[in-house]
């Protein structure tokens, strides 16, 4: 195709230091892009191959099944287990983050946790109670649940503890998958939890609601009432299906942006109360060290945060030429107002395109068009949301926030809420590691 | 409890609430619950000891529990194994420091909550109460937070102070 010269050049517009091309490159018209990548190659393709036909052009294909799988071909599309064979204790399963596109996470690929097995709920026999300080006290089965009047949502959902090795004072070599595996975003679809608290009634003096699942645990976390009546939802719905088992089945606690071990999983009780329970998630696992000795308490929010996924490392550069940067950004305050990219190591900037739809508190797609010359880069993204915050760049985090004395192991968690930036070095051969810039 | 009981506790609570209007348009799908039957799952235990049931047990009797239940996991006298040691703890001098029953969590009563809600691992909710004050008065007396000889009881645990009750900031206070 030959390219309008006007339009390609206009689309390709260079905006920040070493190749990065204005966002709206992708927003012309398809000859536009093909001039973008076109008037950048330094090297015109080899001739393709002649085309023949297939084999599986020539015959009838496979059967179709109730419940489809993806191809053969994607088998290496997985999360990664850091408990595979259920020893006592905690089970993770990271999203690969470098594998997927879009905005939301497939039902198989979002990100679990569970610290006692899944369990195997029958759906019949769950209850979920709804008591303490309530006029009052009403259970609730799946299928009564299943008769209120539903909403439907995007939001992601993100442990406190990912990303962290990037407390690590020295960068540990992962992909995006190891370090930023534990969050995902999905469709949710449920019951308010306002419209249930309306029909037990509130006592006036109730101010925390103490939430514990129906897992062997009965893992539970302290929610104030301020957040149950803003946008907590109960779940009963992923991605249009009912929640997978390790997402929380036959129910869960969504709580909009707020950290992921309270978004309560196989909920089976809300107990009204005055004063959080300080319960073994709440005050030792997700209180946060500071440098100082000291530690956060009820950080709940999940604050404004980006990586680039494509390119990432493991995925490897075919070679100088045009690539598109791309990445997820998200924010438990709102939505993403801007996301801006480097391929500078932070020297320049480029804001980057969003894709419609930007939605509060869900994963939102950012791309930004990227001629690399086939030299040293450092490829970095950093986001804002609508309610004025930024992330932090390392050292300004690292200034808070403190950093590993010790090297960590990459599945090690030495703290929680991380949200500063992520650099990807590519070398010239194309090679992506993990730095801090 | 009959149907017709149901429709006159929420014709009765719709009066009190004076909110009949709210009522008649809700789903109401809920079916009430007699707080006492909601007993064997009102299992959380408050900072200030609400919900503690009765019972009690020394460090004695918990060491020996601890040895039958928990240490094939938790080491010998709780200095650590598979799972987490109870027992000991360093100086919160690093951001990844382990966080520890002695150095860091802030009220008795969440000791208890724990053992009761979650262990043995393999058995969670099989200890009797006053096994579960047992261990918890063995685990403090290991840690040196109370005496080898104070019983541990709904009138005493929660009064045990925890060294760092007083080392956290609320992050988001706006928040609650």
């Given at each position: 195709?030959?390219?309008d010269?006007?339009?390609?050049?206009?689309g390709?517009?260079?905006?920040?230091?070493?190749g990065?091309?204005?966002?709206?490159?992708?927003?012309?018209?398809?000859?536009?892009?093909?001039?973008?990548?076109?008037?950048?190659?330094f090297?015109?393709?080899?001739?393709?191959e002649?085309?023949?036909?297939?084999?599986?052009s020539?015959?009838?294909?496979?059967?179709?099944?109730?419940?489809?799988?993806?191809?053969?071909f994607?088998?290496?599309?997985?999360?990664t287990?850091?408990?595979?064979?259920?020893?006592?204790?905690?089970?993770?399963?990271?999203?690969?983050h470098?594998?997927?596109?879009?905005?939301?996470?497939?039902?198989?690929l979002?990100?679990s946790?569970?610290?006692?097995?899944?369990?195997?709920?029958?759906?019949d026999?769950h209850?979920l109670?709804?008591?303490g300080?309530?006029?009052?006290?009403l259970?609730?089965?799946?299928?009564?649940?299943?008769?209120?009047p539903?909403?439907?949502?995007?939001?992601f959902?993100?442990?406190?503890?990912?990303?962290?090795?990037?407390?690590?004072?020295e960068?540990?070599?992962?992909?995006?998958?190891?370090?930023?595996?534990?969050?995902?975003?999905?469709?949710?679809?449920?019951?308010?939890?306002?419209?249930?608290?309306?029909?037990?009634g509130?006592d006036?003096?109730?101010?925390?609601i103490?939430?514990?699942?129906?897992?062997?645990?009965?893992?539970?976390?302290?929610?104030?009432?301020?957040?149950?009546?803003?946008?907590?939802?109960?779940?009963?719905?992923?991605?249009?299906e009912?929640l997978?088992?390790?997402?929380?089945?036959?129910?869960?606690?969504?709580?909009?942006?707020?950290?992921?071990?309270?978004?309560?999983?196989?909920l089976?009780?809300?107990?009204?109360?005055?004063?959080?329970a300080?319960?073994?998630?709440?005050s030792?696992t997700?209180?946060?060290?500071?440098?100082?000795?000291?530690?956060?308490?009820?950080?709940?929010?999940?604050?404004v945060?980006?990586?680039?996924?494509?390119?990432?490392?493991?995925?490897?550069?075919?070679?100088?030429?045009?690539?598109?940067i791309?990445?997820?950004?998200?924010?438990g305050?709102?939505r993403?107002?801007?996301?801006?990219?480097?391929?500078?190591?932070?020297?320049?900037?480029?804001?980057?395109?969003?894709?419609?739809p930007?939605?509060?508190?869900?994963?939102t797609?950012?791309?930004?068009?990227?001629?690399w010359?086939?030299?040293p880069?450092?490829?970095?993204s950093?986001?804002?949301?609508?309610?004025?915050?930024?992330?932090?760049?390392?050292?300004?985090?690292?200034?808070?926030?403190?950093?590993t004395?010790?090297?960590?192991?990459?599945?090690?968690?030495?703290?929680?809420?991380?949200?500063?930036?992520?650099?990807?070095?590519i070398d010239a051969?194309?090679?992506?590691?993990?730095?801090?810039? | 409890?009959?149907?017709?009981?149901?429709?006159?506790?929420?014709?009765?609570?719709a009066?009190?609430?004076?909110?009949?209007?709210?009522?008649?348009?809700?789903?109401?799908?809920?079916?009430?619950?007699?707080?006492a039957?909601?007993?064997?799952?009102d299992?959380?235990?408050m900072?200030?000891?609400?919900g503690?049931?009765p019972?009690?047990?020394?460090?004695?009797?918990?060491?020996?529990?601890?040895?039958?239940?928990c240490?094939?996991?938790?080491?010998?006298?709780?200095?650590?194994?598979?799972?987490?040691?109870?027992?000991?703890?360093?100086?919160?001098?690093?951001?990844?420091?382990?966080?520890?029953?002695?150095?860091?969590w802030?009220?008795?009563?969440?000791?208890?909550?724990?053992?009761?809600?979650?262990?043995?691992?393999?058995?969670?909710?099989?200890?009797?109460?006053?096994?579960?004050?047992?261990?918890?008065?063995?685990?403090?007396?290991?840690?040196?937070?109370?005496?080898?000889?104070?019983?541990?009881?709904?009138?005493?645990?929660?009064?045990?102070?925890?060294?760092?009750?007083?080392?956290?900031?609320?992050r988001?206070?706006?928040?609650i």
């Open positions: 195709m030959e390219p010269a006007k339009q390609g050049w206009d390709v517009q260079a905006v920040a230091g070493n990065l091309l204005h966002r709206r490159a992708f927003l012309k018209s398809g000859a536009a892009v093909a001039g973008a990548m076109m008037g950048y190659s090297v015109r393709p080899a001739t393709a002649p085309l023949a036909e297939e084999p599986w020539l015959g009838v294909g496979g059967l179709s099944r109730p419940y489809q799988q993806p191809s053969r994607e088998e290496k599309v997985g999360r287990l850091s408990n595979p064979n259920g020893e006592p204790r905690t089970s993770h399963a990271r999203t690969p470098h594998l997927v596109n879009g905005t939301i996470t497939p039902n198989g979002h990100f946790i569970v610290h006692s097995g899944v369990p195997d709920i029958d759906p026999r209850r109670v709804i008591h300080l309530v006029k009052r006290p259970v609730f089965t799946l299928d009564s649940l299943s008769r209120y539903m909403v439907s949502r995007f939001s959902v993100e442990c406190g503890g990912n990303s962290a090795p990037m407390f690590s004072r960068p540990i070599q992962a992909s995006v998958q190891a370090l930023h595996g534990l969050a995902s975003c999905a469709e949710w679809t449920g019951v308010r939890l306002s419209t249930l608290l309306d029909e037990t509130i006036p003096k109730a101010k925390w103490v939430a514990e699942g129906a897992d062997s645990l009965a893992l539970s976390r302290s929610v104030p009432v301020k957040k149950a009546l803003d946008d907590a939802m109960i779940a009963l719905y992923q991605n249009g009912r997978m088992p390790g997402n929380g089945y036959p129910m869960r606690l969504l709580l909009p942006g707020y950290e992921g071990n309270m978004n309560v999983k196989f089976r009780r809300l107990k009204l109360v005055e004063a959080p300080m319960s073994y998630y709440e030792r997700y209180s946060q060290l500071l440098p100082n000795g000291k530690a956060f308490r009820f950080y709940f929010l999940q604050e945060k980006s990586f680039i996924t494509q390119p990432s490392p493991g995925l490897a550069m075919r070679g100088p030429g045009f690539y598109e791309s990445g997820i950004a998200y924010s305050n709102g993403i107002s801007k996301v801006m990219v480097s391929a500078d190591g932070g020297k320049s900037w480029g804001e980057a395109a969003l894709q419609a930007v939605l509060s508190k869900a994963f797609r950012f791309r930004m068009p990227w001629r010359d086939g030299g880069a450092i490829l970095q950093r986001a804002w949301d609508e309610s004025g915050n930024v992330q932090p760049t390392r050292a300004q985090f690292v200034a808070e926030r403190g950093e004395k010790n090297i960590p192991p990459v599945l090690g968690f030495p703290n929680q809420h991380y949200n500063s930036l992520t650099s990807w070095a051969r194309g090679e992506v590691k993990h730095v801090y810039a | 409890m009959s149907t017709r009981r149901v429709s006159i506790s929420v014709a009765a609570l009066l009190t609430l004076g909110t009949g209007a709210a009522f008649a348009e809700s789903p109401d799908l809920g079916r009430p619950i007699d707080p039957d909601i007993a064997p799952w299992i959380s235990i900072p200030d000891g609400t503690l049931p019972g009690g047990g020394t460090p004695a009797q918990g060491e020996r529990i601890f040895a039958q239940k240490a094939m996991c938790h080491g010998e006298g709780g200095k650590g194994g598979v799972a987490a040691a109870v027992v000991g703890g360093g100086p919160l001098d690093r951001i990844e420091a382990v966080k520890s029953i002695a150095n860091f802030g009220y008795p009563t969440t000791v208890f909550d724990f053992i009761r809600r979650a262990m043995p691992w393999q058995q969670p909710r099989s200890l009797t109460n006053d096994e579960v004050y047992a261990l918890t008065a063995y685990i403090f007396a290991q840690n040196k937070l109370i005496g080898q000889d104070d019983s541990m009881n709904s009138d005493t645990l929660p009064k045990v102070r925890m060294p760092n009750r007083d080392g956290f900031i609320i988001f206070p706006d928040r």
